[in-house]
């Protein structure tokens, strides 16, 4: 789908069925077939990304671990504060390997978290937020 303020809009998620694929395709979308475990941001990007693991926003963000890439994500997804409170109490090994570049990036990452006023909503959005990585040039 080409949006004439947004460009193109390329999906993936691991779980979409092949019915989805094709409704996306049919709006425009490209539906990428291959997991590139953290696609690079060479122009501002949206990555919407609810609900997944700290190790995939991990890979986002050491695929873009450069500041004129870092300057191109818009991160919808769960929470780095989060994700800095549960290393700090926790300690746990693998949630720090997995979110290494996460606790890097936290403090120059501007976040707007998403507040659930029903909950009717809360578990589409809990622990949901908006990034903006702001690292100067």
């Known amino acids: 789908m080409k949006v004439q303020w947004i460009g193109d809009i390329e999906v993936f998620d691991p779980i979409l ?6 409704v996306l395709e049919a709006l425009g979308c490209s539906v ?7 696609r690079q941001a060479s122009k501002p990007t949206l990555f919407f990304m ?22 191109n994500i818009v991160l919808f997804g ?25 606790l890097a ?9 998403i507040k659930t006023v029903s909950d009717d909503y809360f578990g589409a959005f809990h622990d949901s937020s908006w990034h903006f990585l702001s690292l100067v040039a």
């Not at 069925?17 to 094709?22: D, F, L, P, V």
């Not at 990428?32 to 953290?38: I, K, M, R």
């Open 78 to 102: 769960n929470s780095f504060r989060t994700y800095e409170q549960h290393v700090s109490e926790f300690r746990s090994s693998t949630l720090v390997d997995s979110s290494r570049h996460i």
């Open 32 to 38: 990428l077939s291959v997991n590139e475990q953290g």
């Open 105 to 113: 990036v936290r403090k120059l990452t501007r976040e707007f978290a």
């Open 17 to 22: 069925s092949a019915a989805e694929s094709r």
């Open 50 to 71: 609810p609900h997944c693991e700290a190790e995939s926003y991990d890979n986002l963000v050491q695929a873009n671990w450069r500041t004129e890439r870092l300057n």
